[in-house]
């Protein structure tokens, strides 16, 4: 599969992956340090998932995220300095310092915003799909969430009005085998959510999120039949987060085989590996796509460091139009 | 003037805009050409503007507003009907966190004018999850205006601001007053949110009243005018933003009020009014604020059960009678 996409694509993945990886370290030291208010939700080991659905996009397509959307905003081209100050809760963040890391949102690029309310994100995709179909426009919708989130009724009542009209939207499910602390298992009798298309007349894919690459080719499928008008379709990544739910969370629940076995298929690695095998990339190129992410991101820390809170009264803002 | 009824002046409303707009279109369950609303606001709408714009939708009350949250922030100018009231509770996350804080929490990036119609209020019999007024839930929401007409000209001109706001407006109905006729000019006009209407002067009482609970208090007032009390009937027409300097400004002339609404008395409608009073025109009272509510149950069935919550005439006209 490898040696089907151009170099500078591959180039351009392996570098949003790294920003995302380095983004999410960087907000997790901060928060130790303190200057992370409220609580994270980390990307880091899901990279693939949110690289290679929006590499698949086009600038002018939509994406819906969740609270844990650290990635969607900087997979879809989101300014990093500008996620980053969100994140602090200074003023020159997207919301203004409103939203938070749970609600980030960057309209220009088509990221229709971060909702924390687990599965509320599916029927606004639904209705962005809808926007682009009457107002004539050939968009296309990515809609995040996890598999938390496929059992709330907006998944049931969206995915059946997505089919049912027939819109231009592209459920993608982040599995990473754990609600908070509950695993799948526990509350589902089936293994893979993407069964549960056909219950809706849509099919169904299930695809390892943890390689990029066929997370790429399958949503460049989806959404260039999306594009064409022939309806929605449920990709269902498999995947695994590297820490815990929320900062909070030192993932007990989770048994050390488990988390090693995961590790090692590390995203990142992964696209290393195979890169590795066919030497698209050379090392040199490698390192300086590495050494640009990071740069990238020690601009955003940077950036938001030193941008101001907001003034209290702007609490009082941007409640109506 | 030609007299239209309250249904017909809402489906001008939608009929205009949706000619005028673009961008307009309708959503909701049976909505369309092979029903037309269940309470027929939208009869003949899907014909004149095809099946696209008029969109029957399954019954996935959540779907509705989320779907109608997605097209707004993204270009559109949806007005979404939810067939009861009482039924906006399957959808309190899109309304409530979703629709009422999308422009707040992305820091003003993002506008959501969502229109949410819906019926409330008792009066037909239909029990507990068919006749409750709910305007109250909505008060509590920042980010969200609530609009509750009571006659056909404040119903379309309130309705025609809503779909041309930059807001998510909740926009009440009241089943009883689909059928009621009144004046209603054929030349466009608009209400501003915000403004009430006093729908009767008077010296000796204020009576706010909301939604059918209008013409209930005109009526009293009417009663009241025979013993010779003289009492000014105000209508806040939108409960969000609410005018609470006509309200205050009338206190200070009659030195009175009553509170006439159909919601159940705790936390309601008829509280955040009252409260405002207390806060802003208490050196004015001549007498304690009184409430003329539905008590604290929720609605019952059989006829004599439902009359007796719902407020009277004569339990008005006999709560101005105890402050006069």
Known sequence: MLQEVPKELLAEMLHKMFEIRFFEEKVFDLYGQNLVPGTIHLYAGEEAVAVGVCTALRKDDFITSTHRGHGHCIAKGADLKRVMAEILGKKTGYCKGKGGSMHIADFHVGMLGATAVVGAGLPIAVGAGLSAVLRGTDQVVACFFGEGASNQGTFHESLNLASAWSLPVVFVCENNLYAMGTRQSRIMRIVDIADRAGGYGMPGAVVDGNDVLAVYATARKAVARARKREGPILIECKTYRHKGHSRVDPAKYRVKEEVQEWLEKDPIKRLMDMNASYNVLSNDEIEKIETAAMAEVEKAVKFAIESPYPAPEEALEDVYG | ?324
């Open chain 2, 1 to 324: 003037m030609r007299k239209i009824s309250y249904r017909d002046a809402l489906r001008e409303a939608l009929r205009e805009e949706m000619r005028r707009d673009q961008s307009v279109f309708l959503l909701g369950e049976d909505i369309g050409r092979y029903w037309g609303g269940a309470f027929k606001v939208t009869d003949g709408l899907a014909e004149e503007f095809g099946d696209e714009r008029v969109r029957d939708t399954p019954i996935s009350e959540s779907a509705i507003i989320g779907t109608a949250v997605g097209a707004a922030i993204t270009g559109m100018r949806p007005v979404a009907e939810i067939m009861f009231g009482d039924l906006t509770a399957l959808a309190m996350d899109q309304i409530a966190n979703q629709a009422a804080k999308i422009r707040y929490m992305f820091g003003g990036q993002a506008k959501c004018p969502v229109v949410i119609r819906t019926p409330f209020g008792a009066g037909v019999n239909i029990a507990s999850h068919h006749s409750q007024s709910l305007e109250a839930w909505f008060m509590h929401v920042p980010g969200l205006y609530v609009a509750a007409p009571s006659t056909p000209y404040d119903a379309k001109g309130l309705l025609k601001t809503a779909i041309r706001g930059e807001n998510p407006v909740f926009f009440c109905e009241h089943k009883l007053l689909y059928p009621v006729q009144d004046s209603v000019p054929e030349d466009e006009y608009l209400i501003p949110f915000g403004v009430a209407d006093v729908k009767r002067e008077g010296s000796d009482v204020t009576v706010v009243a909301t939604s059918f609970m209008v013409h209930k208090a005109l009526k009293a007032a009417e009663l009241l005018d025979k013993d010779g009390i003289d009492a000014e009937v105000i209508d806040p027409r939108t409960l969000t933003p609410l005018d609470r300097k006509t309200l205050v400004g009338s206190v200070k002339k009659t030195g009175r009020i009553v509170i006439v609404t159909e919601d159940c008395k705790s936390g309601g409608v008829s509280a955040e009014i009252a409260a405002t009073i207390s806060e802003e025109a208490l050196d004015f009272l001549d007498a304690p604020i009184r409430r003329v509510t539905a008590p604290d149950t929720p609605i019952p069935f059989s006829p004599p059960l439902e009359q007796f919550i719902i407020p009277s005439e004569q339990s008005i006209v006999q709560a101005v009678k105890e402050v006069v």
